[in-house]
């Protein structure tokens, strides 16, 4: 069964920082393109982040230019997104996707999700 699992969410104070993973399981990601989004409350689903399948080419929204880092380990299955100087405004459910993808690019859709993981940011 192909499965994708986020960890590392939680609570932190403004200005903080959180390492979230995304783990595949019944599939190796080597030839994935991994995205991240979030969706917070009321809000639409926003793509924040993505890296292409050997980590050469990444792409950030805006919002998280400067403050988060994806990066992929293929050795160990795993695709990361370093999050720094989060705001309260980051507060959302983290996902992230994948798409066998063997381009430098990132694809515009994904047919992998995993279940999403609760970032808050908060004082």
């Known amino acids: 069964q192909l499965q994708l699992v986020e960890s590392g969410g939680g609570l932190v104070q403004p200005g903080g920082s959180l390492k979230l993973s995304c783990a595949a399981s019944?599939?190796?990601?080597?030839?994935?393109?991994i995205g991240w989004f979030r969706q917070a409350p009321g809000k639409e689903r926003e793509g924040i982040s993505c890296i292409n399948y050997s980590g050469g080419n990444t792409y950030y929204a805006d919002s998280v230019k400067g403050r988060f880092t994806i990066s992929r380990d293929n050795a160990k299955n795993t695709v990361y997104l370093q999050m720094n100087s989060l705001k309260p405004e980051d507060t959302a459910v983290y996902y992230c996707?994948?798409?066998?993808?063997?381009?430098?690019?990132?694809?515009?859709?994904?047919?992998?999700w995993g279940q999403g993981t609760q970032v808050t940011v908060s004082s």
């Open positions: 996707a994948a798409r066998r993808w063997y381009s430098t690019s990132c694809p515009n859709e994904y047919d992998q």
């Open positions: 019944g599939f190796t990601l080597r030839y994935y393109a």
